[in-house]
């Protein structure tokens, strides 16, 4: 299964020079709602909730992609407004990477009983409908197994992290012998290329003139 870490310019080249992905923290994503997807009106349960996801960010971070890459809000959102690149990944289709769901409303918190594991499935991999374009998959990385670098924690590639694509953004400085420098000898066989604004639907694709990318 291929799917795609989008990252700025700056970022996603020292993610290639070095060969690792930085994990994102619990407590650093973008969406309020991260692990909190239930209907929290009761206070206790909310509070407990609460407790629970601060405890997890100690924990654990994920590691998110998109099944896609042709989607214009996520270059915008998380690639640097097109300024960014996506890395390609093979991964195994298994359950290392977990696909999100994408609901409407949120359901009622479980009510007289302990937390199972099918409840924290469902809180790690719920994601209001609004969020759908992004069409995520989540792997979620022990800190403790993880590569730390100052405040930071990182994957690094391996064979079920398999570097395969470089997509460039449309607005990237980077140029082709850059992007091959930061690759070095580990670019043998990864595919590289500009992207653009397709001329007649609201995607990005692929730019096939490639004397546009010196």
Same mark, same amino acid.
């Given at each position: 299964?291929r799917l795609y870490?989008f990252?700025?310019?700056?970022?996603g080249?020292?993610?290639?020079?070095?060969r690792r992905l930085? *994990?994102?923290?619990?407590k650093?994503l973008?969406?309020?709602?991260?692990?909190?997807?239930?209907?929290?009106?009761?206070?206790?349960t909310?509070?407990?909730?609460?407790r629970?996801k601060s405890?997890?960010?100690?924990?654990f971070?994920?590691?998110?992609?998109s099944h896609?890459?042709?989607?214009?809000l996520l270059?915008g959102?998380?690639?640097e407004?097109?300024?960014?690149?996506?890395l390609g990944?093979?991964v195994?289709?298994?359950?290392v990477f977990?696909k999100v769901n994408?609901?409407r409303r949120?359901?009622?918190?479980?009510?007289?009983?302990?937390?199972v594991?099918?409840?924290?499935?469902s809180l790690l991999?719920?994601?209001?409908?609004a969020?759908?374009?992004e069409?995520?998959?989540?792997? #979620?990385?022990?800190?403790?197994d993880? *590569?730390?670098d100052?405040e930071h924690?990182?994957?690094p590639?391996s064979d079920?992290?398999?570097l395969?694509?470089?997509?460039?953004?449309d607005q990237?400085t980077i140029?082709r012998?850059?992007?091959?420098?930061a690759?070095?000898a #580990?670019?043998d066989?990864i595919?590289?290329?500009k992207?653009r604004?397709a #001329?007649? +639907?609201f995607?990005?694709?692929?730019n096939?003139? +490639?004397?546009?990318w010196?």
């Amino acid at each position: 299964m291929r799917l795609y870490y989008f990252t700025t310019q700056q970022y996603g080249l020292m993610a290639l020079q070095n060969r690792r992905l930085k *994990i994102a923290r619990i407590k650093d994503l973008n969406d309020p709602f991260e692990l909190l997807g239930w209907n929290l009106r009761d206070r206790e349960t909310r509070e407990k909730l609460k407790r629970w996801k601060s405890e997890r960010n100690d924990e654990f971070g994920i590691l998110c992609m998109s099944h896609k890459w042709s989607h214009p809000l996520l270059w915008g959102h998380y690639a640097e407004k097109h300024k960014g690149m996506a890395l390609g990944f093979d991964v195994p289709e298994s359950d290392v990477f977990l696909k999100v769901n994408y609901c409407r409303r949120r359901v009622p918190a479980p009510a007289g009983r302990k937390l199972v594991e099918r409840d924290l499935d469902s809180l790690l991999l719920s994601k209001f409908t609004a969020w759908k374009y992004e069409t995520e998959y989540r792997c #979620f990385c022990s800190l403790n197994d993880s *590569i730390r670098d100052g405040e930071h924690y990182f994957e690094p590639f391996s064979d079920t992290l398999r570097l395969k694509e470089v997509v460039v953004g449309d607005q990237a400085t980077i140029s082709r012998q850059g992007l091959a420098d930061a690759l070095g000898a #580990f670019g043998d066989g990864i595919a590289s290329f500009k992207a653009r604004p397709a #001329f007649g +639907s609201f995607r990005v694709v692929r730019n096939r003139d +490639s004397r546009l990318w010196k």
